[in-house]
């Protein structure tokens, strides 16, 4: 069935620091990817999301290509913040058209 | 990680009636719960946040009267879809907060609306 993967927090890096959380899934057809942040004491909030293969998608920063050969949705920032600290979730939406299938979340934490 | 359970997992009801969904914490508290909605091929939206003993919270465009929300202790939240009618029929997903920094998820629940 369908399954992301994510890898595991937390992440702990400096200001300005270089930011890749990996994501891999497995799927069958096409599904759209998505990276959902959630700050400390919010809602999820959507970040960026990519619906078909070599897509990117980008927000804040943030940037995410999708890449079907390797079946990675990897997100990625230059330069972090310390207001970029939150739990990053990857998803992607299964065959059901309901349901997202979730990564279990990666908290990341940025150091002044 | 600290487990949410939402139940049902699966609902089908008929028209003009209303459904119960609950969220439960099972080894945490969590004064804080949210509620999502998933369109067909959209991402999830918030609908809500669930303060315990205190009033919900609604987003912009949610009908309060049509999605009643209990959070009547610190382990549990429902959602309440009155008159339901197929436009309602969603997946719907609960969070938790778990020390105000960390969401756990249900599982979801899918209701079809007939």
């Known amino acids: 069935g369908n399954s992301v993967t994510q890898m595991e927090g937390p992440v702990t890096l400096s200001e300005e620091a270089f930011l890749t959380i990996n994501c891999t899934y497995t799927?069958?057809?096409?599904?759209?990817l998505f990276w959902y942040v959630q700050y400390p004491g919010e809602g999820l909030q959507l970040l960026l999301k990519?619906?078909?293969a070599d897509d990117k998608g980008s927000n804040k920063g943030f940037e995410a290509t999708y890449r079907k050969e390797t079946t990675s949705f990897h997100l990625e920032k230059g330069s972090v913040q310390v207001s970029d600290s939150a739990v990053y979730f990857c998803?992607?939406?299964?065959?059901?058209?309901?349901?997202?299938?979730w990564g279990a979340g990666t908290k990341l934490i940025i150091k002044p | 990680g600290a487990v949410v359970s939402q139940h049902p997992s699966r609902v089908i009801c008929k028209s003009g009636t209303s459904v119960k969904i609950e969220c439960r914490s099972l080894?945490?508290?969590?004064?804080?719960m949210f509620w999502y909605r998933q369109f067909p091929k959209k991402s999830l939206m918030l609908m809500a946040t669930?303060?315990?003993?205190?009033?919900?919270?609604?987003e912009q465009g949610v009908e309060k009267d049509k999605f009643l929300i209990n959070h009547a202790s610190l382990t549990l939240s429902t959602l309440t879809v009155t008159s339901a009618h197929p436009e309602d029929s969603s997946f719907y997903i609960c969070?938790?907060?778990?020390?105000?920094?960390?969401?756990?998820f249900g599982q979801g629940t899918r209701l079809t609306v007939v």
């Open positions: 969070s938790a907060l778990s020390g105000n920094t960390e969401a756990f």
């Open positions: 080894d945490f508290q969590a004064t804080t």
């Open positions: 669930s303060n315990e003993g205190s009033k919900a919270t609604y």
């Open positions: 799927a069958t057809g096409y599904p759209s």
């Open positions: 990519a619906t078909k």
């Open positions: 998803a992607l939406d299964g065959d059901s058209n309901y349901q997202l299938i």
